[in-house]
């Protein structure tokens, strides 16, 4: 099927993603303009698509951060805060462009997505909400996203992954790779600002 690569760096987990599946269908989306270098090298290797573009909630031009003296590092945000969080000392600033995964899917004439990946330093909710449509339709079979600690940073909850997933359970990946269902929202149970990677499945793939 179609998977997406949101934040795909370099293109480590889209080359790794095509060693799984041969016949998929891969895009990787990734706005740094030092990065992109990178990742179209990979995508000429590994056989997957490489496109200059951040993902968000809404389209049009963003402004992407990086540290001063490792521009091109795999904590870029378009937060600087989110960027500040890892050290101090100067940051440089990008203009990227940005769309919305629901426009930019239809534009593409993409049916069904297999699998969303999703790794953008802080603004994953914001990918999210940008398809909110296709997440209604349930088009997504399976979403894999991270809970940082540039949430913080953000104001950004795991109660607002709650509601942008309605339909979905969100899942926590434990270290032996196993999918642990998370509880019913509470905020005990569910906001612990520690790095986590959640898989979220539609209900019916859940039960």
């Not at 270098?37 to 995508?43: G, I």
């Not at 590092?73 to 600087?80: G, K, N, P």
């Not at 998370?182 to 793939?205: H, N, R, W």
Request: a negative charge; glycine letters at 8%; charged letters at 20%.
């Amino acid at each position: 099927g179609l998977v997406l690569d949101v934040g795909a760096n370099a293109g480590a987990y889209a080359a790794f993603v095509r060693s799984l599946a041969a016949d998929a269908t891969i895009a990787a989306f990734e706005p740094h303009p030092r990065t992109i270098r990178q990742l179209r090298e990979a995508a000429a290797h590994h056989r997957f698509e490489a496109l200059q573009l951040a993902v968000g909630e809404t389209a049009g031009t963003a402004v992407l951060h990086d540290f001063a003296d490792a521009d091109g590092s795999t904590q870029a945000s378009l937060d600087a805060e989110a960027v500040r969080l890892h050290g101090g000392g100067p940051t440089v600033a990008h203009t990227v462009e940005c769309v919305r995964l629901d426009e930019y899917a239809a534009s593409r004439g993409w049916g069904r997505i297999a699998l969303l990946k999703i790794d953008t330093e802080g603004f994953d909710l914001a990918v999210l909400r940008g398809a909110a449509r296709l997440l209604a339709e349930r088009r997504i079979g399976m979403i894999q996203f991270e809970f940082i600690p540039a949430n913080i940073v953000r104001a950004v909850t795991m109660r607002d992954f709650y509601e942008a997933l309605p339909g979905y359970v969100i899942h926590r990946v434990c270290v032996n790779g196993a999918l642990l269902p998370m509880p019913d929202y509470s905020v005990k149970g569910c906001e612990i600002f520690v790095t986590q990677t959640l898989v979220a499945l539609p209900v019916a793939a859940a039960a």
